[in-house]
């Protein structure tokens, strides 16, 4: 038996276990799909986490080994994977990515006392649980009302449209309700919402009709990067000028490469700062390790994966060395700093983490202002 499923099967210490063995981890993503930015780049900060950890030790002796799964971004795939790992006898998961893979794999993995650290899902509807759920991205409660703000006070924009991306529903649906809400509060008015699924490509054009005509000031779209490119591509063509702002999801590189010029201009609360005059110097050096690495630069996925390791190797040496459950020593490390800044959990497995607005100009993102810490 593995020495991760003989420590995680009564989140015990070690008895009985090969001390050869490495430690098993299974990582779930979308690595094809229309959300395949996120699975890459997350596997890719995964792993360039594993190989620093690995070279430096790894887990008191112990290496790390990362079991990839292909989830192809659908609920079905991430049930599969989930499924297909725990039969392998992995007890501790990188992912899903989104938050609507993760409220559906779940109960699965509570059933089967293992451990999911998810480095995208970032829904409000997750908030506060008491779960199997540990979470490296912060709450995206906090960005809808930075956005909201920013649109209304320092864009002057009164009214909004609202598009949303049902196949990510738990996020999508919350982070439209929650920004509309924030919106209408502050005496903006939201003419308008419209979801769509990205995996129904076909059925867009008769949803996309009415915005022609909508009169709105902005356009919020909450959706993949590839997904926001393709709807300001079709803004442009339309000769739609209202201001487009977007979701931490979409925050990608391939937002640039597959928009070009039409996401010049797009505006989004981001909790990840990449900005080379601004950032943080444990954010620069994994940016250029990154690149070194993979050949371009990382996304939210990217580093949110990579802290997830670094903090999953803290927990298990506290956990191993204290006798503590691993659930437990995810919410004790404090020691630990990463490119956003330090690994700390909430006793429910939330993070805090101050966020930045952000401008896509020449192909680039660049911060505006920061925000502040999300809570």
Wanted: glycine share 8%; proline share 5%; charged share 20%.
């Amino acid at each position: 038996m593995g020495i991760l499923l003989c420590f995680l099967v009564s989140w015990g210490p070690l008895k009985g276990c090969s001390f050869k063995d490495p430690v098993r981890v299974g990582f779930v993503g979308p690595l094809t799909g229309r959300f395949s930015d996120l699975g890459i780049h997350g596997r890719n900060g995964a792993m360039l986490a594993v190989e620093a950890v690995n070279a430096s030790g790894g887990v008191q002796g112990r290496s790390l080994e990362l079991i990839l799964a292909n989830d192809q971004g659908t609920v079905s795939g991430a049930l599969a994977s989930v499924q297909r790992l725990l039969s392998q006898g992995l007890r501790v998961f990188l992912g899903p990515m989104t938050s609507t893979q993760v409220l559906a794999v779940l109960p699965t993995l509570e059933q089967a006392n293992a451990v999911c650290l998810s480095p995208t899902a970032s829904s409000q509807v997750l908030d506060d649980r008491a779960d199997a759920l540990f979470r490296m991205a912060p709450s995206d409660a906090v960005q809808v009302e930075a956005l909201a703000k920013h649109i209304l006070l320092n864009r002057h924009a009164r009214t909004v449209v609202i598009v949303w991306d049902a196949d990510n529903e738990a996020f999508a649906r919350a982070y439209a309700e929650g920004f509309a809400e924030a919106f209408r509060r502050r005496g903006g008015i939201v003419l308008a919402q419209h979801a769509f699924r990205s995996s129904r490509p076909s059925v867009w054009k008769p949803m996309l009709q009415p915005l022609e005509h909508a009169g709105s000031e902005a356009i919020l779209v909450v959706a993949s990067a590839k997904d926001t490119a393709y709807l300001c591509q079709w803004l442009a063509k339309k000769g739609i000028r209202a201001a487009v702002f977007t979701s931490f999801w979409a925050r990608s590189p391939e937002l640039v490469v597959y928009g070009g010029r039409t996401v010049e201009g797009v505006e989004l609360v981001s909790a990840v700062n990449v900005d080379p005059e601004t950032s943080s110097l444990q954010m620069k050096d994994f940016v250029k390790a990154y690149r070194h690495r993979f050949g371009k630069d990382p996304n939210h996925a990217a580093v949110f994966s990579y802290e997830a390791v670094l903090l999953l190797r803290g927990a298990l040496e506290r956990s191993l060395s204290g006798h503590l459950p691993l659930p437990t020593a995810l919410t004790q490390v404090h020691d630990i700093v990463g490119p956003t800044g330090p690994l700390r959990l909430t006793p429910f497995g939330d993070r805090h983490l101050p966020c930045v607005m952000e401008r896509v100009a020449q192909g680039r993102f660049h911060v505006l202002s920061h925000i502040g810490e999300t809570r």
